[in-house]
């Protein structure tokens, strides 16, 4: 650091520096322009050498030509004399002809075959690594369960909220489904972090989860009516003609004041928060790649929506149809038939997840039963047993998420052992198979609409 407080004399030295620095200078000035003769020497030097050089390569040039034309001379009298000698012995032998010419093809294709085999091999290498998770078995489950347990905090939160939020009078609830994608996931992190740690990626998850989800809290106050029963007093005359005091009731309307807290949830969905993220191009291709291969690690996530079977030969029955209520639902729901499933997804915009698919359906048929979860479905339903199940009743399972309990999966049952649902895709399901079969809750039937 530069000292502000020197000495008052930096004048009186200044002249001995400035004729010190003088001579320096001058000694530098004779050093350059020695070296520069010097250099000027050096390069004379070099280019009389290489005049020598050049007339001697000349000389050695004109003596290697002069050879050169005898042994091309001298050569092409060996071929003339080789060339006929073949010539004579292939017209005198001419299966050798063919021999020669198999071999040669033979020798061509194995060069070209061996060349085609180990650029196709190390294309295939590169392809299976690009659709392969690279990070251990127990750091992917390890981050998707930090993800998972989030949710579970989350949907803890909210079932808490009537012992948290005190003094209110209703509480309503406006929920999207809560749940995500492991492969949408870990695809993701593969595609930023490669070969990621469960303990470095404990904020991207909580980044994700925050992008994810919006829980908010709204409350009101509403002022509402009701009938009720009052007692009044009135004179009346009674059987001898006197005046008589009588007790009556009546009904009268009064005003009355609710307390009301509305918990609502937003669901993004984490394909669309992924979607959202400044990808470069070759990483959008490999994130769907990914999501096509699974990682080539497919026995990771037990789920539904990751691990199911398409059938392609299952259809309404046709005197179903004749309903016209449960005629309207099928009506709308085969507009999405095939859309992929989107997890929170609610509107064909966004796209769908199972809930979001039948409350859409439902809202769009004569029902107004808003925008609710598996479980808030099955509460708006009468349980009904299979035997009694009609084309248009709702079916649910449990299980297909194995951190949530009650319903995890509904559909619109359309008779015959079928049903309409947002699998992935939006598609018609065998109920009769044997995961279904494991995992069935219960028929629901709405009330009328």
């Known amino acids: 650091m530069y000292d502000y407080n020197q000495d008052d004399n930096v004048g009186t030295e200044a002249l001995p520096y400035g004729q010190r620095a003088a001579s320096d200078a001058h000694k530098l000035t004779k050093k350059l322009i020695k070296k520069q003769i010097q250099r000027r020497q050096i390069e004379r030097a070099r280019a009389q050498a290489a005049q020598q050089t050049s007339r001697a390569a000349a000389e050695a040039g004109k003596k290697v030509a002069e050879e050169a034309a005898k042994l091309a001379k001298s050569a092409a009298e060996l071929m003339r004399k080789a060339a006929q000698t073949v010539v004579e012995f292939v017209a005198a032998n001419p299966v050798v002809l063919v021999i020669l010419a198999v071999i040669l093809a033979i020798f061509i294709v194995m060069q070209y075959t061996k060349v085609g085999l180990t650029a196709l091999l190390g294309s295939l290498g590169d392809t299976f690594m690009a659709g ?35 003094g209110f009078d209703e509480y309503e609830y406006q929920l999207e489904e809560i749940g995500h994608n492991p492969y949408e996931l870990i695809s993701y992190l593969t595609v930023v972090y490669e070969n990621f740690t469960r303990r470095d990626m404990k904020q991207k998850v909580k980044e994700l989860f925050d992008e994810q989800y919006d829980l908010k809290y709204f409350q009101r106050t509403e002022t509402r009516t009701r009938t009720v029963t009052r007692t009044g007093y009135r004179t009346v005359t009674g059987k001898d003609g006197k005046p008589v005091i009588e007790k009556y009731t009546y009904e009268a309307e009064e005003e009355y004041q609710v307390k009301i807290l509305t918990v609502k949830l937003n669901n993004k969905g984490l394909g669309s928060v992924i979607n959202s993220k400044p990808l470069r191009e070759v990483q959008k291709q490999r994130y769907q790649m990914l999501l096509q291969t699974q990682g080539n690690k497919p026995e990771l996530f037990d789920d539904l929506y990751t691990d199911i079977e398409i059938p392609d030969d299952l259809e309404v029955p046709p005197e179903a149809l004749t309903d016209q209520t449960f005629a309207a639902m099928i009506a709308e729901g085969e507009k999405y038939l095939g859309r992929a499933y989107v997890w929170g997804g609610s509107n064909p915009k966004q796209g769908f997840d199972c809930s979001g698919f039948v409350c859409w359906v439902l809202n769009h048929s004569g029902w107004n039963v808003g925008r609710t979860d598996c479980n808030g479905l099955k509460a708006k339903c009468t349980v009904v047993s299979e035997a009694e199940a009609k084309p248009g009743d709702l079916i649910f399972f449990k299980g297909t998420q194995k951190s949530k309990k009650g319903a995890t999966h509904v559909g619109i049952y359309c008779g015959n052992g079928i049903m309409l649902h947002c699998g992935n895709p939006i598609q018609y399901t065998s109920i009769e198979t044997k995961y279904y079969r494991n995992h069935f809750l219960c028929f629901g039937r709405l009330p009328k609409n």
């Open 132 to 166: 392969t998770y690279t990070a251990y078995d127990e750091d992917i489950i390890g981050v998707n369960s930090d993800y998972t347990k989030l949710e579970k905090e989350l949907r803890k939160t909210i079932n808490n909220t009537e012992k948290d939020f005190k």
